[in-house]
């Protein structure tokens, strides 16, 4: 395993977001809001960094804060599974964000040797966490059901390529909906024919990240793998306090499963981070509550709907031909018509590292050697430079044998002020 971290490279992350910075671009690459957190989670905040030091200023209970915990299991039990009694003590564990518990189911399930399948195109923390894990991926592809699909709603999962990709050393599924970087959001019949496949295969057990649970437009609606006929006590459901909140720099998550699972993610969770930030916790318990009594989620998705509509509109009018997503926070459109579609590595690129090393990389920008010849990537290292604008990649979300295949999509965020996406739609309309 230790053999496996030495052969991890600078992250995408690593990339783009110290160069929009340095580029002073709009930074449509990390996923995280840039407006102000609405006031009843910033106030909750501050009455839980208020609270006396015994309450919430020491280490909160390793399992999670029991307020939180209990929150989760009354607000979740009725929401996402058909009216499930959860219990504090057993079916949940609160982690140091989605992320966090990514890390720790893949840990906890997988050993050496085993086999984690990924659905691809698939969220890039997934593939060092399987390889930290020092488990191996096997991908499965979320493929268009027929060519010049123009929405996430037409791209489908093949129940049987699934089914062939299972082999007795195949420990996890990893399901991600609404999906990070496409914006689908799989039906309930769809999560259906991917469970009467799981069902056969008592090896395995689902990893269903659903951070994006309630950004979804156009009528979609989230459903939960677990709430399905006999899945409960198959799936690890993944929630995010950083994307339903937008607070992403709070980091906190949690998993949601049944007792025998959580309790080894529980177990390998004492032993890493012991336990996660007490009062944010506690904030996280107040801003579930207030959003159970009023209608933000509602707001927050109608809103999001209205960035997607926007981002959408300037990438057509750029000649980028995205995927209309369904959900969650970003689009991916094809670059393939635009000039700068090219192998090289842009010129401008190499002035601009060697001046960062001059005068201190303050920003830490770095660059994967490996990814100089990529043409997703030269394309959003040209957008970064000439255009002021900073998408990621597509690639950084397949695995080898696939990443060629697929190097002219960028993935753009709409989780951006209507100013900075307007920023950036003037900014993409600019001519060579
Ligand atoms: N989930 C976010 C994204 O896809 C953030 C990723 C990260 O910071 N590693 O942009």
Excluded at 5 to 25: G, I, M, N, Q
Excluded at 60 to 78: F, N, T, W
Excluded at 308 to 336: S, T
Excluded at 388 to 408: C, E, H, K, M, Q
């Amino acid at each position: 395993k230790r053999l496996a971290t030495l052969a991890l490279h600078p992250s995408v992350w690593l990339e783009f977001t110290p160069l929009a910075a340095v580029t002073r671009s709009v930074n449509l690459g990390q996923g995280f809001p840039d407006w102000e957190p609405p006031s009843f989670v910033l106030q909750a905040a501050a009455r839980a960094a208020a609270q006396p030091a015994a309450t919430v200023q020491q280490y909160a209970r390793s399992r999670g804060h029991p307020q939180l915990a209990q929150v989760i299991c009354e607000v979740y039990g009725k929401r996402r599974f058909g009216g499930r009694v959860l219990n504090p003590q057993e079916n949940v564990l609160v982690t140091n964000g989605a992320s966090g518990a990514i890390y720790l189911a893949l840990v906890s399930l997988v050993d050496e040797g085993d086999e984690v399948l990924l659905v691809e195109p698939a969220f890039d923390i997934y593939f060092g966490a399987v390889k930290m894990a020092g488990g191996t991926a096997k991908h499965v592809p979320l493929r268009p059901r027929y060519p010049q699909a123009q929405s996430a709603a037409d791209l489908e999962l093949d129940d049987a390529a699934l089914e062939a990709a299972i082999t007795p050393r195949t420990r996890v599924l990893l399901l991600n909906t609404p999906h990070n970087p496409t914006g689908k959001v799989m039906t309930r019949d769809e999560l259906e024919a991917v469970a009467a496949v799981i069902r056969r295969y008592p090896q395995v057990t689902v990893v269903s990240d659903e951070v994006y649970e309630h950004l979804v437009y156009d009528g979609a609606r989230h459903v939960s793998m677990a709430s399905l006929p006999g899945m409960f006590e198959r799936c690890l459901s993944i929630f995010s306090a950083g994307k339903t909140f937008s607070v992403t720099g709070w980091k906190i998550g949690w998993v949601i499963g049944g007792a025998a699972l959580v309790q080894r993610l529980h177990n390998a969770q004492q032993f890493v981070v012991f336990s996660v930030c007490t009062p944010m916790q506690a904030a996280v318990a107040e801003c579930l509550e207030h959003a159970e009594r009023t209608d933000y989620y509602a707001q927050l998705a109608r809103r999001m709907q209205h960035r997607r509509d926007q981002l959408l509109k300037a990438l057509r009018a750029a000649h980028l031909q995205p995927l209309v997503p369904q959900g969650g926070y970003f689009v991916v459109a094809d670059g393939a018509a635009l000039p700068a579609c090219r192998h090289e590595f842009p010129e401008g690129m190499q002035q601009l590292l060697q001046e960062q090393q001059r005068s201190g990389n303050a920003h830490g920008l770095e660059v994967d050697e490996r990814t100089r010849h990529r043409r997703d990537y030269n394309l959003a290292r040209w957008m970064s430079l000439q255009r002021r604008v900073t998408p990621i990649p597509l690639s950084v979300f397949y695995g080898p044998a696939t990443a060629d295949a697929n190097d002219t999509w960028l993935r753009f965020a709409f989780c951006k002020r209507d100013e900075m996406l307007e920023a950036a739609a003037e900014r993409l309309r600019q001519q060579e």
